[in-house]
Structure formats: C-alpha cells, structure tokens
C-alpha cells in the first residue's frame, strides 16, 4: 500500500474515533426545564385570572402537611404594585389569607400577607414569589409560617404551576 494511501486511511481512523467520542448532549428540549424571563416592571402585564396548581408540599414543626391544591387566582397590577387574591381551590380562614399585595421587581411578583388567624394571639405570614415564562404561564413558590405566643411555631411551602385562563 502506499503511504498516501496508508496516510489517508489514518486520517479516517482518526476522524471516525473523533466522531464517535465526542460527547453528545443527552437531554432534549423538553427536558430542560423552563426559565421565568426577565423583565423590567414597566413591561409586566399580568392582570388577569390564572389556573394555579400546587406541588412539592413541605412542613417543618409539629403542623399537619399541606395537600396539593387547584383553583384559580386573579392578578392585578398598577405600575410595579401587584395584588394576588386566591378565588378557589383554597380554605382562607380567616379571609384575609387569600389577599396577597407586594410589588414587582424584574417581572417577579413579591406578595404577601399576614395577621392574627386564632383567638390566643397566634400570627401567620404568607409569602408568593410568582415569577413568568411568558404572558401566558409562570410558576412560583408560596411559604407560610405560624407563631403562637406560647412559643410553639411551624412553617410550609409549596411550589406553583401558573396558566392564564383570562384577560
């Protein structure tokens, strides 16, 4: 054989083992998840009505564990402030739990809510961090914590999957 031949014949040896080790990417689009957009608050126009459902449910001290949840939520926005108001598919007891008001800071919603929730002094605070993949869904994270005056104290949270459902 010649040596050009013979040279040739490397040369494809060592562009199929080029070929056959380099690392292919191993996850699809679909499988990465998605990324809220940034966005500056002047830009945000989320006021409408929003599908929610519940996930990954946590609890830390000696309260019962949330349950997955599913309802709908109305947004509404003037300038970077926001209001949050939960219409069903949650218990708000006492009423003001399912207010949330806070502002918006780089397209995120930061509400929240708290206040006396028994008759011995016990306070919750709520908070939703609700951030957006487009004009049409977003997602979020809610935590929630009670403090008795005798001392005795839990928190939750819970992750949000958000779909608008109307205008």
């Not at 562009?15 to 690392?23: K, Q």
């Not at 608050?41 to 929610?52: C, L, S």
């Not at 930061?110 to 929730?117: M, P």
Request: aromatic share 8%; proline share 5%; with cysteine.
């Amino acid at each position: 054989m010649s040596n050009a031949r013979k040279s040739r014949g490397s040369a494809w040896a060592v562009a199929l083992i080029c070929v056959l080790t380099v690392p292919t990417l191993a996850r699809s689009e679909d499988d990465m998840p998605p990324q809220p957009l940034p966005r500056n608050a002047e830009d945000v126009k989320y006021t409408g009505t929003w599908r929610y459902a519940t996930s990954n449910h946590q609890v830390s001290g000696a309260c019962p564990a949330g349950q997955a949840m599913a309802g709908t939520l109305t947004i509404t926005q003037e300038d970077a402030l926001a209001q949050v108001l939960i219409v069903s598919g949650a218990v708000c007891n006492p009423a003001f739990s399912c207010v949330y008001s806070g502002v918006i800071e780089q397209g995120d919603l930061l509400v929240a809510n708290s206040g006396i929730v028994d008759d011995e002094g016990g306070k919750v605070t709520n908070e939703l961090r609700l951030y957006f993949f487009s004009d049409e869904s977003g997602g979020g994270e809610s935590t929630s914590a009670y403090t008795h005056p005798g001392g005795f104290a839990c928190q939750w949270s819970h992750n949000l999957q958000l779909t608008r459902v109307g205008g």
